[in-house]
């Protein structure tokens, strides 16, 4: 899906260091950052993180995005717990 959203090799290979990269747009940076932040711990997405996507995003795309990554989520959840590999 990253590909036909026009990222690069490079980016996808740089993923888990975007935080540091130039490859990387302010947008996406603060979309990984929440990511990160909902899969490891969404108890506590701190005022911070809520400035910077307002910043960058509409109530809308928030949802969207919350959306998305709580969805990936448990597809990745529930495919771990029957030993599914995903279709390619």
């Not at 947008?27 to 400035?51: G, I, M």
């Not at 448990?74 to 279709?87: D, K, V």
Request: proline residues 1%; without cysteine; charged residues 30%.
């Amino acid at each position: 899906m990253a590909r036909r959203l026009g990222w690069s090799e490079e980016q996808l290979g740089h993923l888990a260091e975007y935080a540091g990269r130039a490859d990387f747009t302010a947008r996406e940076k603060v979309a990984l950052r929440f990511a990160e932040r909902v899969t490891t711990d969404s108890n506590h997405v701190d005022e911070e993180l809520w400035a910077d996507l307002r910043r960058h995003f509409d109530e809308g795309e928030v949802v969207e995005l919350a959306a998305v990554i709580g969805l990936f989520n448990y597809f990745n959840r529930f495919n771990n717990a029957l030993q599914m590999e995903p279709t390619k």
